[in-house]
């Protein structure tokens, strides 16, 4: 089991890690709500089967059963914040969105504070969410050439973490009795019936090319499907905490990826605002202080 574990949470960092960049790519030939409607359909199509087969129909009649739960994190978890990050990427670069997305654990931390007493914030947390917040302050000023839009795509991908953060928070409270897997696939199939509108709305008058469906094919099938079932492979045979370690992987995954195939610059505002939303990421969840109970960072698929 000890063996799988790298192996496995490197599969998973490449999975997720590129999907800022296959995201990009997408974007040149589609609209981001078409783009993440087609990806989510594309998911769900990957994951219904396989959870017919690997549970059968007591599976859904269990997904019926907690309809509403799914219904929101079907808006808060996918539909919503995917459809963000992707209009975000078309005002910034793949690896800055990526830096972005990683806050999702800081604003955890920080909603807890309202909804969650019990999770004290002591002093370390606190300068955490504080470096955190500094972080996405620098991002946020991290392509001035691209102005006010460029501050504009990076708090979208912020607020894509926000919704995430209070998925995750939603999930813990309300959802007992449904499995990872089978919440995943109900959520990524309302989320795909609530784009659907949008997505016919502005969909491209010409075919897109062959790049654009590639991604839109490996965003669904790898980040989502595949990437999710790796996900809760890793959280059950290695532990949440093991598991959450993606989250520190991810943005240097997707900044590495943006300079080599897209040729996008590594800025020191970048460099700096990842430190930070790293650092404000392990002081917030615990990762940096051993000797008490930590609390496992909250993960999500670009």
Request: no cysteine; net charge positive.
């Amino acid at each position: 089991m000890t063996r799988r574990y790298v192996p496995l949470l490197l599969l998973l960092t490449g999975l997720w890690g590129s999907s800022f960049l296959f995201i990009e790519i997408a974007l040149d030939g589609v609209e981001p709500t078409v783009l993440i409607a087609l990806r989510l359909l594309t998911a769900a199509l990957v994951l219904v089967p396989f959870l017919a087969l690997r549970q059968g129909a007591p599976a859904f009649r269990q997904l019926r059963a907690g309809w509403q739960p799914v219904v929101v994190l079907g808006a808060i978890n996918a539909a919503i914040p995917f459809t963000l990050i992707a209009w975000g990427q078309k005002h910034i670069d793949s690896g800055i969105a990526a830096i972005a997305n990683a806050s999702v654990p800081i604003f955890v931390a920080l909603l807890a504070i309202r909804f969650r007493p019990s999770e004290k914030v002591t002093g370390s947390r606190a300068v955490g969410i504080a470096a955190g917040i500094l972080g996405v302050v620098v991002l946020a000023g991290a392509n001035p050439e691209g102005g006010w839009w460029a501050v504009a795509g990076t708090l979208a991908v912020v607020a894509a973490s926000f919704l995430y953060a209070a998925g995750a928070l939603y999930a813990q409270t309300h959802v007992e009795n449904l499995e990872p897997m089978l919440l995943v696939t109900g959520s990524t199939i309302v989320g795909t019936l609530m784009l659907a509108p949008f997505a016919i709305a502005q969909a491209p008058t010409s075919m897109p090319g062959w790049k654009v469906w590639l991604a839109i094919a490996v965003l669904g099938i790898g980040g989502m499907a595949i990437g999710q079932y790796v996900y809760y492979v890793l959280v059950e045979t290695h532990g949440s905490t093991k598991a959450a370690l993606v989250t520190y992987l991810l943005p240097g995954m997707a900044l590495v990826l943006g300079i080599v195939f897209l040729d996008e610059p590594l800025t020191i505002a970048a460099v700096v605002g990842l430190a930070l939303v790293l650092l404000g990421v392990a002081l917030g969840s615990g990762m940096l202080r051993p000797s008490r109970r930590r609390q496992p960072a909250a993960v999500h698929a670009p």
